[in-house]
Each structure stands twice: as C-alpha cells, then as structure tokens.
C-alpha cells in the first residue's frame, strides 16, 4: 500500500509517480490521459524544476572509483596511526618506518579521530605528495582513511563487498551515474582486462573502455552532411570555448532580418538558436583533447608526474587525466579505473624501500591521485555552477580493494607471508568528506573500530562493508531516504561526513 | 420496454417537478468523491501553461523532412557511421529521420516511454539541444534531397527560391533574401574550389534549404 506523504515530502518525482496512478485510475481514453499529464507535468516542471526526475538534487558533480586489485595493501598509501605512534611488534604488515608516516593536519578535520597518515617512500613525490597537496588546499576538501573494516569473508573476488554488500546493490559508480547531474556520457568503466565488478542493481551499465583510443571514441562527432567549414557559413562560427558567435551566418542575417517584424517571443527563440548551433557544431573531442592537453602539458607530464607510467597494464595518470578533461568539458561525471597489483603473499620488503612494491605503488598511485586533483582545482566545468567554481568544489574520489591484508604478517615471529584477508579499508578524497584517519590498527597488530557518529576511536564498534557502501553514498550525495531505502537498517558513518 | 422507459422519464419529471416545487434550483455541482489528483501543494493554482515562444512541433518538422521535401533515412555508409552509430540513431548524415526522432524531447515533443515511469519529458518549445539535433537533421536531410533527380524544393533549379518559401514559409523570398541565398551559394562554391558542377550544385542548394529550414521564421511560422 502506498503511504501517504506529507508536504514537505513531496517531490517533482513522486508527484508526477502518483498523479500519473490516479489520471491511470481514471478510467479514461488514452488520448485524455495523455493530455491530462501534459498538464501535470507541465505544472510540476514550472514549480520544482526541469532536471531529470530521477536525478538526486544533492549529488556530487563528479565520482572517480580506483578499484586496486587483489588485495591491496592500502596502508602503502595510508597508514594508521598505530602504525605512525606505537611500539611494533615484529610480524606488523607495514612497510615505512615510523619517520616516514607524515600526518596532515587538514584543516576542519574531524578532531575526534586521528590526523590523516601518508607513506613517504620518496620525499616530495608519491603518497608524500599526495598529503601536503592535500593540505595546502585548508580544508577544500578532505580525506579519510581506515584499515578498520570488517570482512564480510576475506576471499579474493572482483565484486567487492564494500561496493556491493549484497546481489541487488549498485555499486557506487553506477549509483551515481544514474542519480548525478546529466552528461552525454555519464559513466565510464576503464578496464583492460582487470577482473572487477561493476554490480549493476537497478540501473544502467556504466560504458567500458580499455584506454585513451576508445575513451575518446566515446565523443567521436556525429556524421553530417556538411564539413565544419560549409556549415559555419550557414549556422554561424563559435569561439570554441566560450560559444560566443564570431561570425555571423546566413541563419543569422535571415533571423535579423525577421526580428524586425517584432513576431512575439522571437527574441527568446534567438538565444536558444545561438546556442543551438553552436552546439551543432562544437566538436565535444576537440574539446575533451584541449582540456587534456591543458592539464598534461600536451600530454608529457603537466600536473601529472608520471603521467604515462603503467602498472598492472593499466596507465593511471592517464586515465584520471581524461577522466578529468572530460569533467570540465561537461561530456562525463563518473568515472571507474581498475588496477590489477596481483597478490601480496611474497611481497615482505624493508621499510621505506621506493623501489619494492610496496614503494612503487606508493609512487604510481600518489602521483596521479596528485594531479588528479591539481586538475581538479584548476579546471571548471558547465556541470559546476556553471564554469564559475573549480570541480574540486563537488566530486568525491575512492580507492577500494576486496581486502586490505592482516595487520600482522602470517606465520608467526617476524611472519613470511602478507596474508589474505585480515580487514578491509577505505579511502575517500572530497567536497564532503571530513578528513581524518578513522579506527586504528595498534602496533601489536589490533584492530580499532570508530563510533559511526563521532569518529572518535571505539574498540567495540565494528565498521561493516555495508556501513562503508551506505557512507560512500553519502559521501557522493546521495540523500539519507534513498540510501535508506535501499539498504534500511544499515549505519551510515555521519562522522566522515561534512 | 417502451413502457418501463415512459415509467423512468416520469418518474424523473417528477422528481424534477417536485424539487422545483421545494424551491430548491437545480444547481449541478462536482461530486466531492469523484477521483481526482490530491496534494502536490498549489502545483494546480499556481504557474502558467504559457512558455516564453512556441516553435513548431516535432511532427511538423518531421512531416517537412518526409512529405515536403520527400526524404527517407538511408542504408549509411559502415565507415563513417559503425553499427553502433546507427542504432544509437547517431547518424544524421544518412538517418536523419531517425536521428531527429531520437531527440525529439529536446524538440519540445512529450515523451512518456522510458522504460523510467518516472523519466517524463514535459511537452513544450525548443531547447538549443533540440536546435541543434534540428540543425544536423535538417541540413543532412537537404543533402540527401539534393541527391534526388529532382529536388523536392528546387523545381526550376537551384537559382530560383520561390518554391522553396511558398513550400516553408508561405510567401515569396525578398529582393534581400534573393541576395543573402546568393552569396550562400557563392560561399559554398568557394569553399569547394575543385568540386565537379552537378556535386557543386547539390551541395549549394543543400546550403540554401538549410539556411531556411534553420531560421526562426520557419521555426515559428510553422
């Protein structure tokens, strides 16, 4: 039985879903129906607005998921701070000494929790980077981090729990592809190869690509009858980044000459056929390719140390470059890269090492989050308040694994083997996200949960996979009802929340 | 039955005669039950239904497309549209009937069959999205008219326009219109130096349609 709402309840959405039930009800002809939900619509678009009825007012503009294969050691990146401040058993998996966790005090962090920690394999570059980048930025948004998370079951799989902690949930990219603002192209998965999940639930797939070729083949320009030059001379010539015409066409004259005749609501219709034929003849991958090469220095480097470097076969740099361009050109808003780092088991190195794996992913992985998001705060997009604010004012970055590994090594005294399992982690970068290092591991290898609501370090308090999917999504914006409504009954850590 | 319907219409004469007698006018009235939408706040007495300015509708477009100047989508070229262009309908060059159908929401046509109930367009004028989905169809569509024996719009050849206004806008072309089509063609045989006469011929009266069907004239004539 449908409930009845209150006022404040209703939405464009669930007015138009009711009213179209009861003009259904009614038990008249088609044509009647029909023209009784013009009107309907009609009325709700005027009071509540034209965007999409199933766009979700409150999300983030952009949503960049890093899925790391198979079992990532997240804490190469971003240690605890038992890791940073205890006395060490000798099996605790952890790869930098105690010198090189650099913490961040990141301004508006939640205070309840621990300041975010950094692995510094090499000065200046890398997670190190990452973190004073991070800083530097006061608080424009923010990182959190945990090794605390319960495993659901510590099995290697490509569907991991935290992005679908049961068979019907979307996973979060695909969430936001469906419910964030509109973009030709609102999701896409890079993948060459790499065996991850994008579970898909109730909405659409996200589209796949394997590299830069087919990314952009995405936006190849439509086929039409005339060349770009022909159709100048027809529908005008557009600066193309502004859209401002630069010269006129025969549409235009014609258009002048018919303005003179004062025909009502013409001068409406001239705006709207400005921007239409500008449009007509933007060239979307042009565009895409100018903002790329703006932010990669012509795809040499730029904001991106590395940007070409490949680990696992996938280019890193690369793909969050284009992810990037593709935001400020308003053509894309959600974005998935799969990394494959294998396992781990063997991967027991010295500390501090840059060079072993641990380091190497630490340097590959830091690099490009780092100019991702310098790209972020430099470039603007049509999809954010139109052009006037940087894109780092609205998206939301995650790295996630299947697992995280064991707090200590496995096989007892110093322990030979990086094991399985152990917990899960997270790591979320932007606009609403309270920056702070959440639960702990101890240097004797514990596990510290953190109070959901505070933050604040509770042993007792265990941070399920589902409790991490529900706050993901909360993270991106997405309203407590409908994440409530997909997933009741389950926690959302309103601590990590701004 | 001729009895029982004497029966019924005196009995309602009666009942009429004797709320007459009462004093009591006969006043019909909406039943308060009937079904009929609730809530929604003052969405029913508030806003207007009138928009800004009307532009002509996606089945007069289509049907100028079809019947005025006697064009259907083409078998495309696999090359320069891939079989996922075309059933994207993202192929105006060869399909702009289809192209121009997949967009119609931007022209300003309700559209009710997402497989979303929720993902309703409301009816109304043009958006620039719509502008631009007509501007690549119906230029497309002009080429592929040009390509016929004879082109639908151009009876006495590409130099005479009067046709093609009676055919779009009702009336003949001005002495300055005449001139602004001419240099239409004169730009387009610059810009295509080296093409045979006949090629260059379609690709000037496809130029001249366009600039017509793309104005705000025929727009919101029609």
Known sequence: ?498 | MTGMKALKGMAVVASLAALTACGQGYSPSADEHVVAPKGGGDVFNGGSDTSNYNTASYAVLRSTLVDVMGVADQTPNATECPAAAVSAAACPKYQPLNYLANNKGALGEAVYNQADPLSTQAPGPMSSGGFKAWILASSSAAGIMMAQPTPALFPNGINNYDYMYQALLGRLPTEAEVARLNQVEADIATANPSLATSMLAQRQGAAVASSVLGSLEFLMVN
């Open chain 1, 1 to 498: 039985m449908t409930m009845a709402l209150k006022p404040s309840q209703i939405t464009r959405r669930n007015f138009v879903q009711r009213a179209g039930l009861l003009v259904s009800a009614l038990g008249v002809g088609a044509g009647v129906q029909s023209g009784l939900m013009d009107a309907i619509v009609k009325k709700a678009t005027n009071k509540w607005g034209g965007e999409a009825l199933a766009a979700e007012p409150g999300a983030v503009a952009f949503h960049v998921e890093i899925l790391l294969r198979a079992g990532f050691q997240m804490n190469s990146l971003f240690p605890s701070d038992g890791h940073k401040n205890d006395a060490r058993n000798p099996a605790l998996n952890i790869y930098s000494s105690a010198a090189n966790i650099i913490p961040q005090n990141i301004t508006g962090r939640n205070t309840a929790a621990a300041m975010p920690y950094f692995a510094r394999y090499t000065a200046g570059t890398g997670g190190d980077a990452l973190g004073t980048y991070i800083a530097s930025k006061n608080g424009a948004y923010g990182i959190a981090t945990s090794e605390c998370v319960s495993l659901q079951n510590g099995n290697h799989t490509g569907n991991f729990a935290t992005r679908a902690p049961n068979s019907n949930a979307a996973s979060p990219a695909v969430m936001h592809a469906a419910l964030g603002p509109s973009a030709p192209v609102t999701g896409i998965e890079w993948n060459n190869g790499v065996a991850t999940t994008n579970q898909r639930g109730a909405y659409p797939a996200l589209a796949v690509v394997k590299d830069q070729a087919t990314m952009q083949a995405l936006y190849k320009d439509l086929p039409m009858y005339f060349t770009r030059g022909e159709l100048s001379l027809i529908a005008g010539a557009f600066d193309q980044n502004s859209g401002a015409l630069t010269k006129a066409g025969a549409i235009d004259d014609f258009d002048k000459m018919f303005a003179a005749k004062n025909v009502a609501g013409s001068t409406d219709v001239a705006a709207v056929s400005v921007s239409g034929r500008n449009q007509a003849q933007l060239s979307v991958l042009a565009q895409l390719q100018a903002k790329y090469n703006t932010i990669t220095a012509n795809g040499v480097g730029g904001n991106f140390v590395g940007l070409n470097m490949a680990m696992g076969g996938t280019v890193l740099g690369q793909a969050l470059a284009n992810a990037a361009a593709a935001f400020s050109a308003g053509i894309l808003t959600t974005f998935t890269v799969s990394l494959d780092s294998s396992d781990w088991h063997g991967d027991i190195n010295p500390l501090d090492s840059a060079s072993t794996k641990q380091g190497l992913w630490n340097t590959y992985v830091g690099n490009a989050l780092t100019g991702f998001l310098k790209s972020m705060d430099q470039l603007t997009s049509p999809i954010v308040a139109n052009n006037t604010l940087p894109m780092s004012s609205s998206f939301l970055l995650s790295l996630g694994s299947e697992f995280t590994r064991t707090p200590n090594r496995n096989g007892g005294g110093t322990g030979g083997d990086n094991g399985d399992g152990g917990n899960n982690a997270f790591a979320f970068i932007g606009s609403k996200v309270k920056s702070g290092a959440y639960g702990n591991i101890t240097g004797a290898g514990g596990v510290v949960g953190f109070d959901p609501n505070t933050g604040a370090p509770n042993v007792g308090s265990q941070i399920t996979e589902a409790m991490v999917y529900k706050t993901h999504g909360s993270l991106m914006g997405i309203s407590d009802a409908t994440l409530n409504s997909m997933m009741p009954g389950t926690t959302i850590c309103k601590a990590l929340v701004k």
